[in-house]
Structure formats: C-alpha cells, structure tokens
C-alpha cells in the first residue's frame, strides 16, 4: 500500500514531546542493562535507589517532564539529538544546533555519568543521575529521537489508519510505543512477564556483542541510530529523498514491509542500550578492575 506523507510542521511545536519508546521499552531496557550490572554495581545501585529499583527509575523522565521544565530550563531538550537526518555527518557546529545550551541527551548522559561516578556527589544527586542515565539512554536508540528532516523528529508525519495514539497518530508515536508492542506480540513471549522478556534478551547476547556495543561511547551509539532513521525509519517512507523538499501532503499509511523492518529493529537495539546502560553504571558505580565477560568500559 502506497500512502501520502505530511512534512508540514503546521502548529506543531519545535520541540518534541513524546516519550522514546514506550514504558515498556524503557522498563525492558532496564531490566535488560541490570541482568548484566556487576555484584557490587548492583550493592551501590540499591544504596542509591532505596525501595525503587531500575526499570522505575528509568521512567522518571517521561513522568516528571513537565515538573523537571519549570525547575529545569530547557530539561525537555534532553530526551533527543535532533541531528537532520540528511546531514551525512555531524560537526562541532551542527552539534551547537541541535544540542543548545547542552540540553540534548548525548551532553546530559556525559555531564550525569560524571555526577554518579564522584563519590563526593550527594545521594539525592546520584540518584536523580541514575534516572537521567537510565532514561536517555534508552531514548538514544530509537532512531527518532537521534534525527529529524523539519518535523519535530517525525512528530508532524501524521498516519492514516489504526494506531494506538488514534487522535494524534505520528510517525514518532508508532516508533515509540505501537512497534515495541508489535514485538512483543509474537508467540514466543507469550505469557511472559517483563523480566522474563528482559531475561530471555538478556541471554542471547554474546560475549562478543558486549564487547562491540560498548564501544565509541554516546557519539557511535547516536551514529547507529541517526543511520537506522536514515535507511528505515525515514528511508522507508513514500516519497522520502533528501535531494529533493518533501511536499505537503496527506497522512501516510505505512506498508506492511515498512512495518516487519520497524519491529524487526526494537529487540536488538533494546539490547544494545540494555548492554550500554549496563557498561555506564558499572563504570560508574564498580570499583576495581572488570572480571572477564564483565560489561564494564564506557568512553564518554
């Protein structure tokens, strides 16, 4: 099915709103990244998080947003890198674009990683570190909140048809929560927990992979997902080309091949920010050297 494609910004606000990825797509992240945190990374982590525990905290973010903006100017920013999507690559002066002041995730994810790793940090700033850490990360892997082609990182692409958002069906909204519950739908989770699901994804990353992932830091991990919007999240679309101006046009309705290859792509890249997460806070919060097959470095 062939579908039309609104590129107007309209009265859509400049900067984004919607959540990456669902709460469950934050939470499996967690889940993920806390099978793989080291005995006395775990220790610390309950010392900071009291009665809470990971998957809550890394929802913090999506929850508190509008508080944290009236306390903290500019903390909306954080939850995305809103590189173009055209841009083949990015520069020192890009980055001031689409990073002003600092606020977008990949500077937060860095100035937070500094905060939890002092020991002379208070608890109370360790822990509000934990959240912000926790969440973006999470957030830097789904394509749409690493790029954007002047439409608010696909929240101005409206689609036709059935989507869980309804009224404000977006291309960014079906990225964030309908795709992560199309993967999770198969027959093989069925009548599995979160934990379980967490658990299961877990296992299936080599040691090989741990060892990749955590590699290059924020500026690789962004990389990967601003070529993932590229190829496929905008790459798919009908009509897409970054040589030419998209035209004003109808709601979209993606086909069925542009949505196998969305939902194809949310368990891995859950698990790689799982794997990541879990390398920053065992940076973070380890003492000593990695056993072997630890998840442990981490490059700023």
Same mark, same amino acid.
């Given at each position: 099915?062939?579908?039309?494609?609104?590129?107007?910004?309209?009265?859509?606000?400049?900067?984004?709103?919607?959540?990456?990825?669902?709460?469950?797509?934050?939470?499996?992240?967690? /889940?993920?990244?806390?099978?793989?945190?080291?005995?006395?990374?775990k220790a610390r982590l309950?010392?900071?998080?009291?009665?809470?525990?990971?998957?809550t905290a890394a929802l913090?973010?999506?929850?508190?947003?509008?508080?944290?903006?009236?306390?903290?100017?500019?903390?909306?920013?954080?939850?995305?890198?809103?590189?173009?999507?055209?841009?083949?690559?990015?520069?020192?002066a890009d980055y001031s674009?689409?990073?002003?002041?600092?606020?977008?995730?990949?500077?937060?994810?860095?100035?937070?990683?500094?905060?939890?790793?002092?020991?002379?940090?208070?608890?109370?700033?360790?822990?509000?570190?934990?959240?912000?850490?926790?969440?973006?990360?999470?957030?830097?892997?789904?394509?749409?909140?690493?790029?954007?082609?002047?439409?608010?990182?696909?929240?101005?692409?409206?689609?036709?048809?059935?989507?869980?958002?309804?009224?404000?069906?977006?291309?960014?909204?079906?990225?964030?929560?309908?795709?992560?519950?199309?993967?999770?739908?198969?027959?093989?989770?069925?009548?599995?927990?979160?934990?379980?699901?967490?658990?299961?994804?877990?296992?299936?990353?080599?040691?090989?992979?741990?060892?990749?992932?955590?590699?290059?830091?924020?500026?690789?991990?962004?990389?990967?997902?601003?070529?993932?919007?590229?190829?496929?999240?905008?790459?798919?679309?009908?009509?897409?080309?970054?040589?030419?101006?998209?035209?004003?046009?109808?709601?979209?309705?993606?086909?069925?091949?542009?949505?196998?290859?969305?939902?194809?792509?949310?368990?891995?890249?859950?698990?790689?920010?799982?794997?990541?997460?879990?390398?920053? /806070?065992?940076?973070?919060?380890?003492?000593?050297?990695?056993?072997?097959?630890?998840?442990?470095?981490?490059?700023?």
């Amino acid at each position: 099915m062939v579908g039309l494609l609104v590129w107007s910004l309209g009265a859509v606000p400049f900067v984004q709103d919607a959540s990456a990825w669902s709460a469950r797509g934050h939470r499996l992240t967690a /889940l993920i990244a806390y099978e793989m945190l080291t005995p006395s990374s775990k220790a610390r982590l309950k010392s900071i998080l009291g009665t809470s525990d990971l998957a809550t905290a890394a929802l913090y973010l999506d929850l508190r947003k509008s508080q944290l903006e009236q306390t903290i100017e500019g903390s909306r920013r954080w939850h995305f890198d809103d590189r173009p999507v055209c841009d083949a690559s990015a520069t020192k002066a890009d980055y001031s674009d689409y990073c002003p002041g600092g606020n977008c995730a990949s500077n937060q994810i860095r100035e937070h990683f500094d905060v939890l790793r002092d020991p002379r940090s208070a608890n109370a700033e360790r822990l509000f570190a934990v959240r912000v850490i926790s969440h973006l990360v999470g957030d830097i892997h789904q394509p749409l909140h690493a790029s954007t082609h002047d439409d608010v990182g696909g929240n101005a692409v409206k689609l036709a048809g059935f989507w869980k958002a309804r009224s404000k069906a977006n291309l960014h909204s079906a990225w964030d929560d309908d795709f992560v519950d199309m993967a999770f739908a198969g027959r093989a989770y069925k009548n599995m927990t979160e934990s379980q699901i967490a658990k299961m994804l877990a296992a299936q990353v080599t040691q090989a992979q741990k060892a990749s992932w955590v590699k290059g830091g924020t500026a690789r991990w962004l990389q990967e997902s601003h070529a993932l919007a590229r190829q496929t999240a905008y790459g798919g679309l009908p009509g897409f080309a970054c040589s030419q101006d998209a035209p004003d046009q109808e709601p979209v309705e993606l086909s069925e091949v542009y949505i196998d290859n969305a939902v194809a792509l949310v368990p891995e890249q859950l698990k790689k920010a799982g794997v990541r997460l879990a390398g920053i /806070l065992n940076r973070a919060l380890s003492g000593g050297k990695p056993a072997a097959g630890e998840v442990w470095v981490w490059k700023p």
